[in-house]
């Protein structure tokens, strides 16, 4: 057994100083890992969080073999580049026969759209109202919790998230009549 599965097994016995050791030596590798992804996706939030579902799956892990965890945290991280890289758009990278990442093509960067701006402020500001004042903090204060924005509001929780879907349906409504098909779902 290696040391860094020596170090993932008592992380699986809920050692988080052995957690920390292995990530701090596990981090270099899977940087490498993922360097052929840099141009097309945000190689240190899919870092964070194939280390955060490496920590949630310990308990329940049975890795054999030497640097398991390691192999396992390279295809973990593989995954979610791969995922991002197509949600963007870009033409995901291929493996040969030997292993070796192909190149990956870099799509253009997204020119702004400064019509698209305009038309979603133009439908900001037609909001009246609650919805409005839901929105706008949401909008301008999200990193708070809705808890928090709906007190300052002056508006019960329920009050305010049911505000903010008005605002947002009311939003994609302006938008489908200046003929920009929003996508997303709105809950």
Do not use: H
Not at 60 to 83: D, F, M, P, Q, V
Not at 137 to 156: F, H, I, N, Q, V
Request: glycine fraction near 8%; hydrophobic fraction near 45%.
């Amino acid at each position: 057994m290696s040391d860094l599965d020596d170090l993932y097994r008592r992380t699986q016995g809920g050692d988080t100083d052995a957690f920390t050791e292995w990530v701090r030596r596990v981090e270099p590798a899977l940087r490498g890992r993922l360097s052929p992804f840099a141009r097309q996706v945000d190689v240190e939030a899919v870092i964070q969080e194939a280390l955060l579902r490496m920590w949630r799956l310990a308990p329940k892990l049975e890795l054999t073999g030497a640097n398991a965890s390691l192999r396992y945290l390279g295809t973990i991280a593989r995954n979610l580049a791969l995922e991002e890289a197509r949600a963007m758009g870009a033409e995901v990278p291929l493996e040969n026969p030997g292993g070796a990442v192909l190149e990956i093509p870099v799509p253009p960067a997204p020119v702004p759209d400064k019509a698209l701006r305009a038309a979603i402020l133009g439908c900001l500001d037609a909001l009246r109202g609650s919805p409005a004042k839901a929105l706008g903090a949401r909008l301008s204060y999200g990193e708070r919790p809705d808890r928090d924005l709906a007190a300052d509001a002056a508006m019960t929780l329920n009050t305010f998230l049911q505000n903010v879907v008005r605002a947002r349906r009311a939003v994609a409504e302006c938008l489908k009549g200046k003929g920009i098909v929003v996508a997303e779902m709105l809950r």
